[in-house]
């Protein structure tokens, strides 16, 4: 009964969220059958690929140090980004052109997501990132890395940039939400 009721409410919110999508993506229909089976399969996200996030450790080991990050072409996108009751997300060092080029590759994130600690910052997790209109041009569905499906987040918001699809995977500090939910309770801003 709890997937169903979940499942109409994912439903009603895409329905009235595809009301305000802009002409340009109205053509992704598919968005809101995909999300609803994304949210049924949520149930199974405890069990979530533990490959994927060990594939990502392995990738973006030599990222733990955030200035190996910014000799790589990572540069830091706004300040820490927290949420008033579900935790952080971090500071995010993102590769523009990885943003840009449309294309998912698990070895090469986005963007990485540092804590405050300190002096420092620690690596905590990376997102994957891709521009909805540029996605959408080539692909009927939302993109998928390790079974994984990744959000919408419509335009405007809180970042002003335009839509996206993305994917949070906490790969260096455990979320107890789990490992592809956006906001991680054991992440804080406050720098310890």
């Not at 329905?15 to 340009?24: E, F, S, W």
């Not at 996200?45 to 140090?65: E, G, K, M, N, W």
């Amino acid at each position: 009964m709890t997937t169903r009721i979940r499942t109409l409410i994912l439903s009603s919110a895409l329905c009235i969220l595809g009301l305000a999508l802009p002409n340009r993506l109205q053509t992704a229909a598919p968005l809101g059958a995909m999300a609803v089976e994304a949210a049924h399969d949520h149930e199974h996200a405890d069990t979530a690929p533990a490959s994927l996030v060990q594939a990502v450790r392995d990738a973006t080991r030599q990222f733990i140090d955030v200035n190996a990050a910014t000799a790589a072409g990572y540069g830091r996108f706004l300040g820490c980004v927290s949420g008033p009751d579900h935790g952080a997300m971090g500071v995010h060092y993102v590769d523009g052109t990885l943003v840009g080029d449309g294309n998912i590759d698990g070895s090469r994130p986005e963007a990485l997501i540092y804590e405050p600690v300190g002096d420092g910052l620690r690596l905590v997790g990376v997102e994957f990132i891709v521009d909805a209109a540029t996605w959408l041009a080539h692909h009927p569905a939302p993109p998928v890395l390790g079974g994984q499906t990744f959000q919408f987040v419509g335009s405007p918001n809180r970042y002003a940039l335009p839509a996206f699809f993305e994917l949070h995977v906490w790969a260096w500090r455990d979320n107890p939400n789990g490992a592809f939910v956006d906001w991680n309770t054991r992440v804080t801003c406050e720098g310890n």
